[in-house]
């Protein structure tokens, strides 16, 4: 049903008065009016991701003295929400490219290097070339690795070929995604969407591209010759039970079949069948279009370091022990962490760099200071969840999973609205002032 037509007039002027008052307050950055802090620190960010950046323009603009240097070995940096824009048609690959070194302030330097070592007791680290970086402080925020290889029979050659989409592997295999998604929806056939069995960037992803594969083929008026399954890996889709629930309506409606507790094993791309491990053993599903999603995990580097938290619940997992609040390393106080790579119960988004940021540069300034830090993360993490084009649901929580609205009264978290997918579509100007440590 449609929304009254003056009624969503005014809600969308409402809207857009708002997202204007908010653009004028990212210009200004809190630190701009604070003082700058004098310091000889060695500051070590591992990594050039959105995290490891705006820490490092962050504390550049913070300090005076200090040497900060960055290591990673990526030429380009990519903006990762837009593949999602990329594999609907709807951007360029060019759209979600840049390079490292356009974002990385005067006075901080990088290393074009991996790490390959990481000794937090010694307090420094080594890179692919073996050289040797001492550090008075290091901020951990290399991102996470996509695991291809464990995926069985499927090799990221495939992809836009014989109905293979993969957009997560980069700008152009996201164009290659929407070429495949497109040849799907003109000539119908079996779609098959799922999420693999561990925490993974952006954990709506696979539900936002099977809602895009969905309305694609409504629009061409070809969804009577699609078929469309979804493989959940766990026993719901999203950790959030009003959000769950909303898109089980949804795909309910939507004639989406679901499979739940299956997690992706192998693609045997000749047969086209991909077998999935569940309860009741292995079950294969066919398909004439797959979004392949791989298994993530952290970088050996850290995976192979103390770093890693001792907590049972994330036991083998990687990720690194911080505090939650403060976002610093528990045994390690000169060590912070920031982005996907944390021990935070809370989702892996570039959203959450926005706010982790602010935290990082309060409390590492404190601590060079000798005062008190003031500043705490609240998990805070962000997602428009699109659920066809030109519509999405504006999730926005905190730790406890209750809904944190930007705009509250204007825009309804578990509601597809126009607004929503605004702040999808409108969100690059804001990340790359995150990157230059300016919001």
């Not at 990526?74 to 840049?98: A, D, E, N």
């Not at 290393?111 to 010694?122: M, Q, R, S, V």
């Not at 026993?235 to 309506?249: A, D, L, Q, R, S």
Request: glycine share 8%; net charge positive.
């Amino acid at each position: 049903m449609r929304t009254n037509n003056k009624k969503n007039l005014i809600d969308r002027r409402k809207f857009i008065e708002l997202m204007a008052s908010a653009s004028s307050l990212t210009a200004f950055s809190n630190f701009a009016f604070a003082d700058k802090i004098s310091t000889k620190a060695k500051i070590v960010i591992l990594g050039a991701g959105a995290g490891g950046l705006a820490v490092a323009n962050r504390l550049a603009n913070r300090l005076d003295g200090a040497k900060i240097t960055i290591i990673d070995g990526r030429k380009q940096h990519w903006y990762q929400p837009g593949f999602m824009l990329i594999g609907s048609g709807l951007k360029k690959p060019s759209y979600s490219i840049t390079k490292t070194t356009d974002w990385i302030s005067d006075g901080i330097d990088l290393i074009p290097e991996y790490a390959y070592e990481l000794d937090p007791e010694a307090k420094y680290l080594i890179t692919a070339t073996r050289k040797k970086i001492t550090y008075d402080y290091l901020v951990v925020a290399p991102g996470l690795i996509l695991d291809w290889s464990k995926i069985e029979g499927f090799d990221l050659n495939m992809v836009g070929k014989e109905g293979i989409a993969a957009i997560y592997a980069g700008p152009e295999h996201a164009q290659k995604s929407y070429q495949a998604l497109s040849k799907f929806t003109d000539k119908g056939g079996h779609g098959l969407f799922f999420h693999p069995g561990t925490k993974i960037k952006c954990g709506a992803a696979p539900l936002q591209y099977t809602f895009i594969t969905d309305d694609i083929a409504r629009t061409r008026g070809n969804r009577g010759k699609v078929e469309i399954t979804y493989a959940s890996h766990s026993k719901k889709f999203i950790g959030i039970p009003k959000v769950n629930e909303k898109v089980t309506g949804l795909f309910k409606e939507r004639n989406v079949d679901v499979a739940y507790q299956h997690v992706i094993k192998s693609i045997d791309h000749g047969k086209k069948i991909a077998t999935f491990k569940s309860p009741e053993g292995n079950v294969e599903l066919p398909y004439d279009f797959a979004h392949v999603i791989p298994p993530q995990r952290v970088p050996d580097v850290i995976f192979n370091s103390p770093l890693p938290s001792e907590n049972k619940k994330w036991a083998n997992q990687g990720w690194i022990d911080v505090n939650k609040n403060t976002l610093r390393h528990s045994r390690y106080p000169e060590i912070f962490g920031c982005g996907d790579v944390t021990g935070v119960p809370t989702g892996k988004a570039a959203s959450v760099v926005k706010w982790m940021a602010p935290v990082i540069e309060d409390q590492l300034v404190a601590q060079i200071t000798g005062k008190q830090a003031t500043k705490t993360y609240n998990g805070y993490a962000a997602c428009p969840l699109v659920t066809r084009i030109g519509r999405a649901l504006l999730i926005e929580i905190d730790y406890s999973k209750k809904f944190v609205p930007t705009f509250p009264g204007v825009i309804d978290p578990i509601e597809e609205l126009w607004a929503s997918w605004l702040v999808k579509v409108s969100m690059k100007p804001s990340y790359y002032a995150v990157l230059r440590g300016k919001a």
